[in-house]
């Protein structure tokens, strides 16, 4: 017994150890699979022809080792914008000392970083773990460096004759000896200038920068313009003089100073149409102050900005302006124009407007004088005027508010269309002698007021009267004198009456 006990350990023993021998073999197998096999990448480093080209390249995955890889599959990882493409993506397995080949396509554009780097990642399972093997290619531009770069750098501000602008020459001297940069005096659009920029030297592989200044003299044509810079570079190397021209451009945006902002403060689109709305504005202004009386018209024509009324006479008016200076200056404000310019066209413009204005009120003075109502007006000199525009003393009457206070009046003209306001005033009270001329009078007027109402019949019969016959404003419940109402302050139209009586 004790004999069966001790072989019944020895091959317990013995079959623990062959157990541990596989295991082992196996754990070195596996081990042999994960770390012997290859990635590598042909041609490296790969070279393109310049930064916006394409290049391929071959990826080569060996399977040195003695186990069946599975599922291997490529991917390409790179920080410096470089576009990969592999012409295979789906896994496969690989057999011992086989070989899977990619094909590897790749695209640099300007904005890619060279030298660069792709680094290829090749994954498999082997005894069901996951492996990754990796292989790097360097990708570098074959074309041969710039010796020397030039840029014009900086967004200039707008231009104008008070307010320079500037951008900055920047100069890279990518050799080993001293470069010598100058800048011709540039020939550019009427009205732009650059004040000359000397001569600097920039030292070997290193960058130098120089401001250049943008300013205007004189008249410019408004709007974006292109500069235009020429740059010489020269060099000695090993004796031997060279050189590089370069022709950089920028685009600026020139005007007139002041221009901006007041077309923006007037509302006004171009400054070709500014004499005509100069014009318009001018008179609008002595309008409203009253000058010659003008205001008291009804209906005048409406002349804001927003209206047909406004802009057919101030672009009219620009047009003639803009020939008129052109025959008297010379300078043509359609091609150009300068801050000088602008100040005759403001000034003339001004002096334009107050002539036409006291012109038209000159004009027609007298024909104002006698048919236009003002709030100054006697109660007999409102009947005139009445007469003289051939109206009747039977008269609308209208209610409004005049300091919260509801009261009436008489419309003492016609309403015209589009038309906003309206003279009115109160009844017209008439005290009479008792004198035997004054009660003739009396009796001719009472015959007119019940018969025709003509108001020019009862103007002469109140003429001829005189001192006979006192006539006043009924100002209780009504206004005091005449007055010009606007139309959207009537509160309610009532029946005729008679103004007078």
């Not at 080792?65 to 410096?80: E, H, P, R, T």
Request: aromatic content about 6%; proline content about 6%; charged content about 15%.
């Amino acid at each position: 017994m004790k004999s069966d006990s001790g072989t019944g350990c020895a091959i317990s023993i013995s079959a623990l150890l062959v157990r541990s021998t596989v295991l082992a073999g196996s754990c070195v197998l596996a081990a042999s699979a994960a770390q012997a096999q290859s990635l590598a990448v042909q041609p490296s480093p790969l070279s393109v022809a310049s930064a916006d080209s394409k290049a391929e390249a071959v990826v080569v995955f060996e399977n040195t080792g003695a186990l069946n890889l599975k599922g291997v599959s490529i991917a390409a990882l790179n920080s410096d914008g470089i576009t990969v493409v592999l012409d295979r993506q789906k896994p496969t397995d690989c057999a011992p000392k086989c070989q899977i080949v990619w094909k590897a396509s790749m695209t640099t554009s300007s904005s890619v970083h060279l030298p660069g780097t792709v680094v290829f990642d090749a994954s498999y399972t082997s005894a069901k773990v996951l492996h990754h093997v990796y292989a790097s290619l360097a990708v570098k531009s074959d074309a041969p460096p710039k010796l020397v770069e030039v840029t014009l750098d900086g967004t200039p501000d707008p231009v104008s004759e008070q307010r320079p602008s500037a951008v900055y020459l920047m100069v890279t001297n990518n050799l080993d000896v001293p470069v010598t940069v100058s800048v011709p005096r540039p020939s550019l659009f009427a009205g732009l200038e650059i004040p000359d920029i000397q001569p600097f030297p920039v030292i070997p592989h290193s960058m130098a920068a120089r401001r250049v200044i943008l300013q205007t003299a004189g008249r410019v044509t408004p709007g974006v313009q292109p500069v235009a810079l020429d740059v010489d570079v020269t060099w000695i190397r090993d004796g031997q003089a060279d050189e590089r021209h370069f022709v950089l451009t920028k685009p600026v945006t020139v005007g007139v100073f002041f221009e901006s902002d007041l077309l923006k403060l007037l509302s006004i689109p171009s400054f070709l149409v500014l004499p005509g709305c100069l014009v318009i504005f001018t008179m609008q202004l002595m309008l409203s102050l009253g000058i010659m009386g003008l205001k008291n018209q009804s209906n005048l024509p409406d002349l804001s900005v927003t209206t047909p009324g406004f802009w057919i006479p101030s672009i009219t008016l620009s047009w003639i302006f803009v020939w008129v200076y052109y025959k008297l200056t010379g300078v043509d404000c359609l091609l150009s124009y300068g801050v000088d310019d602008m100040r005759n066209i403001w000034v003339a413009s001004i002096l334009l407007g107050a002539l036409i204005f006291l012109g038209i009120g000159w004009g027609n003075r007298e024909w104002r004088k006698e048919h236009v109502p003002t709030a100054m007006d006697t109660p007999l000199e409102t009947l005139s005027k009445m007469a003289k525009r051939g109206l009747t003393v039977e008269r609308p009457t209208v209610k409004f508010k005049m300091d919260n206070v509801e009261v009436t009046a008489f419309v003492i003209e016609k309403i015209r269309e589009d038309q906003t306001i309206v003279w009115v005033a109160a009844h017209i009270a008439i005290d009479w002698q008792q004198t035997a001329e004054a009660l003739e009078s009396k009796r001719q007027f009472d015959l007119i007021i019940n018969g025709n109402r003509d108001a020019a019949a009862l103007v002469a019969i109140l003429h001829a009267a005189g001192d006979k016959a006192t006539l006043t404003f009924e100002s209780n419940g009504s206004v005091p004198n005449p007055y010009h109402l606007k139309l959207d302050a009537i509160t309610r139209y009532t029946p005729n009456g008679l103004i007078i009586g």
